[in-house]
């Protein structure tokens, strides 16, 4: 059974820093593309940054850019994100998405990925 799961959320004050981890177990998503999304209540889940099979190359959401780092770790199935500069409206679940195609750069959509982990809550407030 494939599962990704995410760990790391928590509460952090503005200005402050996280980094979430996604773990996936039951294959192997070493050549697969992974990505991070959120969902704030009573929004739609949105795109926060993706990573290439290679890790080659990388991608962000505008309003992250500059203060996320998304990383992975082939050989240990996982992929992090660094999320520097914590504001407010960064508050929402996020999940953690693995692409079930094979060498693909990566998407901004959640219909291309495949698998999803649970979510993990991020509050960033005072």
């Known amino acids: 059974q494939v599962q990704l799961a995410e760990s790391g959320g928590g509460l952090v004050q503005p200005g402050g820093s996280l980094r979430l981890s996604c773990a996936a177990s039951?294959?192997?998503?070493?050549?697969?593309?992974m990505g991070w999304f959120r969902q704030a209540p009573g929004k739609e889940r949105e795109f926060v940054s993706q990573?290439?099979?290679?890790?080659?190359?990388?991608s962000y959401a505008n309003s992250v850019k500059g203060r996320f780092i998304i990383e992975r770790d082939r050989s240990k199935n996982t992929v992090d994100l660094q999320m520097n500069s914590l504001k407010p409206e960064d508050t929402a679940v996020y999940y953690c998405a693995a692409d079930g195609r094979s060498f693909r750069t990566g998407a901004r959509y959640p219909d291309d990925y495949d698998y999803w982990g649970q979510g993990t809550q991020v509050t960033v407030s005072s």
């Open positions: 990573i290439s099979w290679s890790g080659d190359t990388k």
């Open positions: 039951g294959r192997s998503f070493s050549n697969n593309a």
